[in-house]
């Protein structure tokens, strides 16, 4: 708060003041009153009004820049009501008040819209588990009857509802996981069997290497993750080629690194920097696949509450290559 502008806030009082001056001035010079008694009140009263409008400057400078500074430094503005105190003059007051209306306001409205999202969210993941129980007994029923083609669209089916629940669940992810050492070829294992009638179907070559070591992660979660990674793989293999995905870890001296890569399509440069975008889909996702953009996503928002860092390489028409960093601890390890 500056000085001119409490001077340009003020200025309709200090019209006032003059005014009122004048007519005084008039009325004591009406009854006569001798010239330096007129001078003398004139300076006691200028004086009171400097001191006045000096205190006042001064306890709403102190005040409004108090507010200018913890407003410029919260990153969250609507908090400021919460870092501030009441003032000691009236129309400051009643600003502090409104904020503080303002903000419980906000607080209730948040707290409603969390509850409701707290009980879609569980909606979500109800239906996700009624959901899957018709599709696992479709799925059976096309494997009785060796019906591929039905069983792959299933798969595709199955696939999207388990995008849906990571999805819901990827908002509180830090509730729902418990980092321990896990082994990554016994999860690969899982995700190879789960996805062998399409690696068999499209004649892929899977290689491993390395996978025999524990990591520090949560099994559900990496499993997600290469689920997804295997899905995009099979999705945009090249026709010129052979399929074939290899998948390695290297082992550091304070980290664990997982390549998972193959040899198909692969990215464009221009849409490298954007895959872990929500509902991205680049050139691949409208020229080869439909896609949703939210698989990568997912799974780098995992990755981020999990603690790892994940990066991708890619040529076009020659590779693609995830790499997952996993951080070691050895304070677990007795």
């Known amino acids: ?79 400021i009501s919460e870092m501030i105190e009441s003032p000691n003059f009236y129309d400051g007051q009643v600003l502090f008040e409104a904020l503080q209306e303002s903000n419980k306001s906000m607080c209730e409205h948040i707290a409603e819209y969390r509850h409701q999202n707290i009980e879609f969210r569980e909606y979500i993941e109800l239906w996700v588990h009624e959901i899957k129980l018709p599709v696992a007994s479709l ?112 082992d550091l001296p304070n980290q664990q690194i997982l390549h998972f890569r193959d040899n198909g399509i692969g990215i464009p440069e221009s849409d490298l920097p954007y895959i872990f975008e929500k509902s991205f889909t680049g050139e691949n996702g409208r020229m080869y696949a439909k896609s949703t953009g939210m698989g990568l996503y997912i799974i780098k928002k995992l990755c981020d509450k999990l603690g790892h860092c994940i990066l991708a390489e890619s040529e076009q028409d020659k590779f693609t290559e995830i790499m997952i960093i996993f951080g070691k601890n050895n304070f677990l390890k007795f």
């Open 139 to 250: 799925q059976l029923m096309c494997h009785n009857d060796n019906n591929r083609k039905y069983s792959e669209q299933l798969q595709r089916i199955d696939n999207d509802i388990e995008n849906v629940l990571y999805y819901a669940r990827s908002e509180n992810a830090e509730k729902d996981y418990i980092i321990k050492e896990v082994s990554v070829k016994r999860i690969f294992a899982d995700i190879a069997i789960k996805n062998r009638e399409d690696l068999q179907q499209r004649n892929v070559n899977l290689k491993t290497e390395n996978l025999d070591v524990t990591i520090m992660t949560d099994s559900k979660w990496l499993a997600y993750i290469l689920g997804q990674l295997m899905g995009n793989s099979l999705k945009y293999f090249s026709s010129k080629r052979e399929p074939e995905i290899l998948i390695f870890i290297e």
């Open 1 to 79: 708060m500056s000085v001119l502008d409490f001077l340009k806030d003020r200025l309709v009082i200090y019209f006032i003041y003059i005014f009122m001056g004048v007519l005084l001035l008039i009325f004591m010079l009406a009854f006569k009153i001798s010239l330096q008694t007129i001078v003398i009140l004139n300076i006691i009263i200028l004086f009171a009004v400097i001191v006045i409008e000096l205190w006042e400057f001064f306890r709403r400078k102190n005040y409004y820049d108090k507010l200018k500074t913890c407003l410029n430094e919260l990153d969250k503005k609507y908090l």
